[in-house]
C-alpha cells in the first residue's frame, strides 16, 4: 500500500463536482489520480479541471493498476452494481449514500468487501462534521437533562422533472435521497436499536416514488424520535433534542456551508443560550478518515454493523408506510 490513497472517481456526478473533488484538493492522506465517465469529453473537462487523469469508462479505471479506491457518486440504483464491480477489482470503495436500495443487498457487499479485507465505507458525510460531536458531548454531561425526544427534519424543494431520483429504476425517492438522514442522525443519538413506530410516505402516483414523509421510531427504554423529509418542502435541514431539562436546537445540520459557524440553542425555562463553533469541513473529513482507515488497516466491523443497521432500518420504514397519494408531485415532475 502507498503511502497515500490513489483515488479514482467512477462518474461525474453534481455532488462529486461541487462538494467532493474540491475538497480533496484540501485533505491529507488521499489523492485524486483519475475520473471515468462514459462521455470522454465530460471526462476530460473535469480531468482539466481537477488536475488528474481522464479515462473513458468505469471498466478502464478498474482495471488501472495506480488505483487504490474509488469514490462511487451514481444514482442510489446504479451503485451495487459497481460497489460490487470495484471490490471484485481489488479496490477500497467510498460509495454515496445510501449504499443500496434494500437490506439484502447492502448486506452482501459488507460481506463481499469484508472477505477481500477491503474498505467499503458509506458516505454519511455529515457524521463527520464536529458539530454533531459537540451535541453528543454536551448531551452527555447532562445540559438537557435525560432525553425524551429526537426530532429532525430534511427537506428540499421540488427538483428538476428530469432528476433521476423521480425515477425509481434508478432508486429514486425522498427517503433514500433526503430521508435516510434524519434516520442516520436518530441512531446517532439515540443508538441502534430504534424500531419503526409507524411511518407514511406521501408517493407520487405518476411516477411510483415517494416525494415525502413521516417516520416515528423508539427505543427499548421508550425515547421517541419523529423525523420529517421530502422534495415538497421549503429548504430546511435541522433537529433537535428535548430533554426533562431543555431542548437543544441545531440548525444546517446535514448540509453546512464549509464557511458557516454552527450555533448551538439550549434553552431551558425560557432563558436561550448558544454554543458557537468553529466552521468545518465535512466532506474533507470523510476523505481523511476514509484514507486513514484504510491505510492503517482500522477495524472495519464499526462500519459493517453501521452499514447494515441504517439498511435494515431503512427497509422497515418502507414496510410498515403507510402510503398516501401526493396531489401535487406529478404536476410539478412533468
Not at 26 to 44: K, N, Y
Not at 57 to 83: C, F, N, Q, S
Not at 124 to 134: A, D, G, N, T, V
Amino acid at each position: 500500500m502507498p503511502a497515500l490513497i490513489r483515488l479514482g472517481v467512477l462518474g461525474c456526478a453534481s455532488i462529486a463536482l461541487r462538494r467532493f473533488l474540491p475538497a480533496l484538493t484540501e485533505a491529507t492522506g488521499i489523492e485524486l489520480r483519475a475520473v471515468a465517465s462514459r462521455d470522454p469529453a465530460r471526462a476530460g473537462t473535469v480531468a482539466e479541471q481537477f488536475g488528474c487523469r481522464a479515462v473513458d469508462g468505469y471498466d478502464e479505471l478498474l482495471d488501472r493498476a495506480d488505483i487504490d479506491a474509488v469514490y462511487i457518486p451514481l444514482p442510489t440504483g446504479l451503485h451495487a452494481y459497481w460497489v460490487s464491480r470495484a471490490l471484485a477489482a481489488g479496490k477500497h470503495v467510498l460509495s454515496e449514500k445510501p449504499l443500496t436500495s434494500d437490506q439484502v443487498t447492502a448486506r452482501k457487499l459488507v460481506n463481499q468487501a469484508e472477505q477481500a479485507g477491503l474498505w467499503l465505507l458509506e458516505n454519511y458525510m455529515f457524521l463527520h462534521h464536529r458539530q454533531h460531536e459537540m451535541v453528543r458531548d454536551l448531551v452527555a454531561a447532562g445540559r438537557i437533562g435525560t432525553t425524551r425526544l429526537f426530532t429532525a427534519r430534511f427537506g428540499i424543494p421540488p427538483l428538476a422533472p428530469t432528476n433521476w431520483r423521480y425515477r425509481g429504476e434508478f432508486g429514486g425517492g425522498a427517503l433514500l435521497d433526503v430521508g435516510v438522514y434524519p434516520l442516520r442522525a436518530a441512531t446517532y443519538f439515540l443508538g441502534p436499536e430504534l424500531d419503526v413506530v409507524g411511518s407514511v410516505l406521501r408517493t407520487s402516483p405518476g411516477r411510483g416514488v415517494d416525494l415525502a414523509g413521516h417516520v416515528l421510531l423508539a427505543t427499548p427504554s421508550g425515547v421517541t424520535a419523529e423525523l420529517s423529509f421530502g422534495f415538497e418542502h421549503a429548504y430546511r435541514s435541522c433537529y433537535s433534542l428535548w430533554g426533562e431539562r431543555a431542548r437543544l436546537t441545531l440548525d444546517r445540520a446535514f448540509t453546512p456551508p464549509v464557511t458557516r459557524q454552527p450555533v448551538i440553542r439550549i434553552e431551558a425555562d425560557g432563558h436561550p443560550e448558544e454554543v458557537r463553533l468553529p466552521a468545518d469541513h465535512q466532506f474533507r473529513n470523510i476523505a481523511e478518515f476514509f484514507a486513514r482507515s484504510v491505510l492503517d488497516d482500522a477495524d472495519y466491523r464499526p462500519q459493517a454493523r453501521a452499514i447494515n443497521q441504517q439498511a435494515e432500518l431503512i427497509d422497515k420504514v418502507r414496510s410498515s408506510a403507510v402510503r398516501l397519494p401526493s396531489s401535487h408531485g406529478d404536476a410539478r415532475s412533468g
